[in-house]
């Protein structure tokens, strides 16, 4: 049984991975456009973006982790954060919101 699920997370891994590593492989020594590079800088927070304003609206406990988080990320992408930190900077304040 262990060494199925070792398969399998191995397998998704490896799903997961190739995709991502494939367009670099290929396409390292293409040099895109500067408007096309802007465009695909900004996809990261917009899918971060789509994913998270539709859950603000369907918070039911407390409205303000949702508006709480909302505006720490916009904050910190406005301020040219990357992806990473727009995330962190918003479970961090979620996290002193909740300890409060």
Do not use: C
Not at 59 to 67: A, R
């Amino acid at each position: 049984m262990r060494s199925e699920i070792a398969w399998m997370i191995l397998g998704m891994g490896l799903v997961t991975y190739i995709p991502r590593m494939l367009p670099l492989a290929v396409f390292h020594r293409v040099k895109l456009p500067p408007f096309l590079q802007g465009v695909l800088k900004n996809v990261p927070y917009a899918t971060l973006g789509a994913l998270i304003v539709p859950g603000i609206f369907f918070i039911h406990e407390d409205i303000w982790f949702g508006v709480l988080g909302f505006i720490s990320a916009f904050v910190a992408a406005w301020l040219g954060a990357n992806v990473i930190v727009v995330v962190l900077a918003s479970v961090v304040v979620l996290s002193l919101y909740g300890v409060i």
